[in-house]
């Protein structure tokens, strides 16, 4: 009885722990809010292709609207093989001027999707976020800037604007050392979210 009672508990901490609703009595930073819905919008059953290494260029950066009150409180990306060093992120409010914008510096893990916390960016439902990562000062070779991007199979732009579920992907654009290349891809650039 003990060892069931042990494994109940251990059983509803799980769930509880887990914040894929919009329920805001157990809010956590949900890495999947938006991840979710870039890897669905994206997928391969809608004509994309998830290119680990892509898009040569110091600044990748796109444009998304969640509709939905709350924080962004990580970010979660992925080195390429190439390139061991860090980027600066920045995550801005452009339709509030006086949310809380961030900016900071991160190294990721070459070899999966790696979520860091970050000062909170205060989201309202219906206000667009800028998200970039640029390389750092210092990269060696230009297969060093590429990045986790999703391109359509047949070469063509994304249709922006695409919605999932409460997220609005507006647009992508990518630059330094060329460009601007805007809308050819989507960065795969993961936010965690957590709804209030």
Same mark, same amino acid.
Do not use: M, R, W
């Given at each position: 009885m003990k060892? /069931?009672?042990?494994?109940?508990?251990?059983? $509803?901490l799980f769930f509880i722990s887990c914040d894929n609703d919009n329920d805001p009595t157990n809010n956590i930073c949900d890495e999947n809010y938006v991840t979710s819905?870039?890897? +669905?919008?994206?997928?391969?059953?809608?004509?994309? #292709? %998830? $290119?680990a290494e892509w898009m %040569? $260029?110091? +600044?990748?950066?796109?444009?998304? *609207?969640?509709?939905? %009150? =709350?924080?962004?409180?990580? !970010?979660?990306?992925q080195n390429p093989s190439t390139y061991t060093g860090g980027y600066t992120i920045e995550i801005i409010? #452009?339709?509030?001027? /006086?949310?809380?914008?961030?900016?900071?510096?991160?190294?990721?893990? *070459?070899t999966a999707l790696d979520y860091q916390t970050i000062t909170p960016v205060i989201v309202t439902s219906g206000d667009y976020i800028t998200v970039k990562r640029t390389i750092l000062p210092g990269y060696? #070779? $230009? #297969? *060093? +800037? !590429?990045g986790r991007v999703l391109r359509k199979a047949d070469f063509t732009n994304p249709p922006y604007p695409i919605t999932q579920s409460n997220v609005v992907f507006s647009? /992508? !654009?990518?630059?330094?050392? =060329?460009?601007? !290349?805007?809308?050819?891809? *989507?960065?795969y650039i993961a936010l965690g979210f957590k709804v209030n």
């Open positions: 060892k /069931s009672s042990i494994l109940l508990s251990f059983t $509803l819905a870039l890897t +669905t919008a994206f997928s391969t059953a809608n004509g994309y #292709n %998830d $290119l %040569d $260029l110091e +600044t990748h950066e796109y444009e998304i *609207q969640i509709n939905a %009150d =709350g924080e962004i409180c990580s !970010v979660g990306y409010n #452009n339709t509030n001027n /006086s949310a809380t914008n961030y900016s900071g510096t991160h190294t990721f893990s *070459q060696t #070779n $230009l #297969n *060093q +800037t !590429v647009g /992508s !654009v990518f630059y330094g050392a =060329g460009g601007p !290349v805007p809308n050819i891809a *989507q960065p």
